[in-house]
C-alpha cells in the first residue's frame, strides 16, 4: 500500500477530500484531480485542498475529468495503480434543472476514467454510485440484488449507467470495478447543499426549515468517517471479484423528524418547520443492506446519528469563517 500510487477524482469534494486524507495518512501516495466548480463555494474546496497540500506525498491538477487530454498526461507522469473515482455532478434535484451538467461529468467524464484505467493498466477502479439507483423501490432494506431499472431523477440514471459502464469494461478488457453505493453521507467538512446543513443554518437564523414530505421521510444517515473506511477497504481489500457494486451505508433507517430533533437540541433552538409535499426526484425513504459489505469489504458503520450530528455541529461552530461564508452566500 505505502508504495502505491492512487488516483482521487473530486479530491476536493466532501468525500474525496476525506478520503484523501485517510490515504497520505496511510503513507500512500495521492494524485488528486478536482475542477474546482462553483456548485457550491469554492472558498470550502480550497480549504479542504491546502489541508491535503500540507502532505508532500500529495499532489494536487486543477481541470474537469471531461478534459481527456490533460487525464490523460496525469497517467503518463504518474505511475498510478488503482483509482478512487469521486468526481460527479452531484445532486438529485439540481439534475432536474442542469441535465447537461450530469450528461457531461457523470458519463462522459467516467467513461474517460474507465479508459485511462484500461489503456494504462490499472490494477483497480473503484468508484461512487448511489443509493438514489434503488428509485421507487418499495422493499426495504435495498440489497443489490434489488432491481434497479426505474430511476426517478436523471442523477440516479446516470449512476446507475456508470455501473452498467464498468461492467461493460470488466467484461471486454477484464478491468477490476467496485461501485459503491453510498447513502446520505454526512459529517464535518460536508456539502453545504445536504439537510443536515441547510437545517443547522436556517435553524441558527431563525428561518423556516424546508421539510418535504410533510416530515413523513426516512433515511439512511451513514457518517463520513464510516464512509472512508468502507473506500479504503474496497480499494485494497484482496479476494474481490472482478465486478462488484456494494452498498456503504449505516444500515438504519432514521426519520427526518428525529435528525432535526437532534439538531434542535444540540443548539438549543426550536426550528420554524415549513411542511410541503414530497420534492419530484426524491424519494420516501432509503435504508441499505450491508450485508455484502460486511463479507466483502468487513465493513460495519460504527456512528449513530446521536454521535455523528453533533460530531458535525462541532465542526461546524469550530469552522465559522468557512460556514458563515457559506451562509452570505446564500442571503
Not at 488528486?32 to 489541508?51: C, H, M, P, Q, W
Not at 491535503?52 to 490533460?70: A, G, Q, T
Not at 441499505?288 to 461546524?316: C, V
Amino acid at each position: 500500500m505505502e508504495n502505491e500510487v492512487l488516483l482521487v477524482t473530486g479530491s476536493g469534494g466532501f468525500i474525496g477530500f476525506n478520503v484523501c486524507r485517510e490515504l497520505l495518512r496511510q503513507g500512500c501516495r495521492v494524485v488528486g484531480v478536482d475542477n474546482f466548480n462553483a456548485y457550491y463555494l469554492t472558498e470550502l474546496k480550497e480549504a479542504r485542498s491546502a489541508i491535503l497540500r500540507k502532505y508532500p506525498s500529495f499532489s494536487e491538477h486543477r481541470f474537469d475529468i471531461c478534459e481527456k487530454d490533460k487525464l490523460e498526461g496525469v497517467f503518463r507522469k504518474e505511475p498510478i495503480s488503482r483509482i478512487c473515482h469521486l468526481a460527479a455532478q452531484a445532486g438529485v434535484r439540481y439534475s432536474l434543472t442542469h441535465p447537461h451538467l450530469y450528461e457531461q461529468s457523470n458519463i462522459a467524464g467516467f467513461l474517460n476514467i474507465l479508459e485511462m484505467a484500461r489503456h494504462f493498466k490499472v490494477g483497480r477502479l473503484v468508484y461512487a454510485s448511489s443509493s438514489s439507483v434503488y428509485g421507487g423501490n418499495t422493499k426495504v432494506p435495498f440489497s443489490e440484488s434489488d432491481r434497479v431499472d426505474s430511476p426517478v431523477s436523471l442523477y440516479a440514471a446516470s449512476k446507475k449507467a456508470n455501473e452498467l459502464m464498468a461492467h461493460c469494461y470488466t467484461h471486454l478488457f477484464g478491468l477490476q470495478t467496485v461501485g459503491l453505493r453510498f447513502f446520505t453521507v454526512y459529517g464535518p467538512w460536508g456539502r453545504p447543499d445536504m439537510a443536515m446543513w441547510l437545517f443547522t443554518e436556517a435553524i441558527k437564523k431563525g428561518n423556516p426549515i424546508k421539510v418535504f414530505n410533510h416530515g413523513n421521510m426516512k433515511r439512511d444517515f451513514t457518517f463520513i468517517d464510516d464512509i472512508v473506511a468502507g473506500v479504503c477497504a474496497s480499494l485494497f481489500r484482496e479476494g474481490l471479484n472482478s465486478y462488484e457494486v456494494l452498498n456503504l451505508g449505516n444500515c438504519r433507517s432514521e426519520p427526518l423528524m428525529k435528525m432535526i430533533g437532534i439538531i434542535e437540541k444540540e443548539l438549543g433552538i426550536e426550528a420554524k418547520k415549513e411542511m410541503l409535499p414530497l420534492q419530484p426526484g426524491d424519494v420516501p425513504e432509503s435504508y441499505a443492506d450491508i450485508s455484502l459489505a460486511r463479507e466483502k469489504l468487513g465493513f460495519e458503520p460504527r456512528t449513530t446519528i446521536e454521535q455523528g450530528i453533533p460530531a458535525f455541529l462541532k465542526w461546524y461552530h469550530e469552522h465559522s469563517d468557512l460556514t458563515g461564508l457559506v451562509a452570505k452566500s446564500r442571503a
